[in-house]
């Protein structure tokens, strides 16, 4: 049945029949995350560090029917240049799209989501959902929170973006058992900035520790992710009272528009790259690295 609508690239797919590592990775940075042509680029580059690191990366998104777990430099390129209008898909829209055959760039909920069906274990991507500032208003949680409480999958991650209530995200996570685990941090990164003023966890310090920790959930039957925050690299970091001001004109901003639910992070991402002059970009493209790289060696030693 799940053969009707699952594509797995054959090298992702003989990479999980040997139980060899895959790490998979998300396609709503792709077509909503950043512009064209920064995406294509940062999109195959994670692919290479992937492969560099000794994992088989899987790229996921919605294409004709079918959720692809592995996509082709051409098919990448599709969702690089078609950036908006491709749907950003998250759980609520799997259904829709896939029996209409509609594209879809799939979010950190939906990706997870395919890579459970598909058997991997590891996802790298740049920042989570979470719970919007004004949550008690707007109600706006994303749904990666809830796939992260049921969903089985290791998400490596630069913490929680600062545009969100981080204080009010790593409530609902305790509330929903999801563990948050700091690499080689005690301090709870904010995407573009190391510092938060909140704290993870727990610290752990090597990859191998990390899979312990995996195993140890899953033996356990202890449904559901554990976050993997991996702080943006020293040198790449932005300044937190620059981050902070560009936050909070865009939130200003958005507030004056009126944009709201799924186009609430887009609409704030992008508004940020531009009060930053593009330094954003530059962070965002360098902790994607980052985290391709241990979501690799994270998924070596999970083996
Ligand atoms: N973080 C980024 N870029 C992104 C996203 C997050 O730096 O493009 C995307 C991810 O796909 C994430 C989604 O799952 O935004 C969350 O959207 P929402 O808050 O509508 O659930
Ligand atoms: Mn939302």
């Known amino acids: 049945m799940i053969e009707n609508y699952l594509d797995i690239h054959p090298e992702v797919e ?104 598909a058997g991997i274990r590891v996802f790298a991507t740049g920042g989570i959902g979470g719970v919007h500032r004004g949550a008690s208003q707007s109600f706006d949680i994303s749904a990666d929170l809830q796939e992260l409480a049921n969903t089985n999958v290791a998400v490596v991650c630069a913490g929680i973006k600062a545009i969100l209530d981080l204080g009010l995200t790593l409530e609902y996570l305790e509330t929903f058992g999801v563990p948050v685990i700091g690499y080689q941090t005690e301090e709870l990164p904010a995407f573009y900035t190391r510092k938060s003023g909140f704290k993870v966890n727990n610290k752990l310090d090597s990859a191998s520790e990390i899979a312990d920790l995996l195993k140890t959930k899953w033996d356990l039957k202890l449904k559901g992710g554990v976050i993997i925050a991996n702080p943006i690299p020293k040198d790449k970091q932005l300044d937190f009272e620059v981050m902070k001001n560009a936050i909070d004109k865009a939130l200003i901003q958005e507030k004056e528009l009126g944009i709201k639910g799924k186009d609430s992070t887009p609409f704030l991402l992008g508004k940020v790259k531009e009060l930053t002059d593009g330094l954003s970009l530059d962070a965002n493209i360098a902790l994607v690295y980052n985290n391709a790289k241990l979501a690799a060696q994270i998924a070596q030693e999970l083996k």
């Open 14 to 117: 003989k990479a999980l029949v040997n139980n060899l590592p895959v790490v998979a990775l998300e396609s709503t940075i792709i077509s909503h995350g950043m512009p064209y042509p920064q995406n294509k680029e940062t999109a195959l580059h994670v692919e290479q560090i992937v492969r560099d690191n000794g994992a088989v990366p899987a790229t996921i998104a919605l294409i004709g029917g079918k959720i692809k777990v592995g996509l082709t430099e051409n098919e990448i390129d599709y969702l690089a240049k078609s950036g908006s209008k491709i749907v950003k898909a998250s759980r609520r829209d799997l259904p829709f799209l896939l029996s209409q055959k509609i594209d879809g760039a799939t979010t950190v909920a939906s990706t997870m989501i395919a890579a459970e069906l």
